[in-house]
């Protein structure tokens, strides 16, 4: 009986600050949006409606609609990028279970530190935007994509490091574009959306090609 006490309060201190049942909206997905969505996110330039949809001023589940952020594939290309690290330290000779622990942290420690620009680009330029904190969170968590892609393509080019940094300038100047795209949607002026677009595409360049991770071959 003490343990589900624990558990029902556990609960109701992460229902304070997120709601459960609007949590659940951003994992609803299914087989097709996934693949939709991760074309999207590696090749956003063929993409034309960027509007998301919304019934009775709510917005739709993802699988609803291609353009609905979610949660499922920023959670799970984190934990591919955290065990593929593993992966490549582990053909290094350099593997330990407390580097997993180090770089889901740091990780985790980025994506605040993104987050916490996006909404002080959004109050420092007085943006009305229906945006909310999780979706800021999903539309961030979507670098991990990209951030797989160029892992991979440096352990397929080996020692060719042209394949790895060709890879990441492609990854990296379309996770920009993508989130321009995205959050410049809710914008009301286009003088501010041509700010926050500069704004975050220089902060997404220097966040990406400062500095190559040390893990890679």
């Not at 939709?36 to 998301?52: D, T």
């Not at 501010?192 to 902060?203: E, I």
Request: aromatic share 16%; hydrophobic share 45%; net charge neutral.
């Amino acid at each position: 009986i003490q343990n589900l006490w624990c558990v029902f309060d556990f609960y109701m201190q992460i229902n304070r600050f997120v709601a459960i049942s609007g949590l659940k909206t951003y994992f609803a997905v299914d087989t097709k949006y996934v693949l939709q969505k991760l074309s999207i996110v590696l090749c956003p330039y063929m993409h034309r409606n960027w509007a998301p949809m919304y019934q009775s001023e709510q917005q739709v589940p993802p699988r609803e609609d291609i353009n609905a952020p979610d949660l499922y594939i920023p959670v799970m290309s984190f934990v591919t990028y955290v065990l593929l690290t593993g992966l490549v330290l582990g053909t290094q000779q350099r593997f330990s279970p407390e580097q997993l622990g180090i770089t889901a942290s740091s990780l985790l420690a980025w994506l605040l530190v993104e987050v916490l620009v996006i909404w002080l680009c959004l109050y420092l330029l007085a943006v009305s935007s229906q945006l909310r904190w999780l979706d800021i969170v999903a539309y961030s968590g979507y670098k991990y994509v990209s951030m797989i892609v160029s892992v991979v393509a440096s352990l397929i080019g080996g020692e060719y490091r042209a394949v790895y940094y060709i890879a990441m300038g492609w990854t990296a100047i379309g996770i920009a574009y993508f989130m321009v795209r995205h959050i410049g949607h809710d914008f009301d002026s286009l003088h501010t959306y041509t700010r926050m677009s500069y704004t975050y595409t220089m902060y997404t360049h220097v966040h990406m090609h400062t500095k190559k991770p040390s893990h890679l071959p």
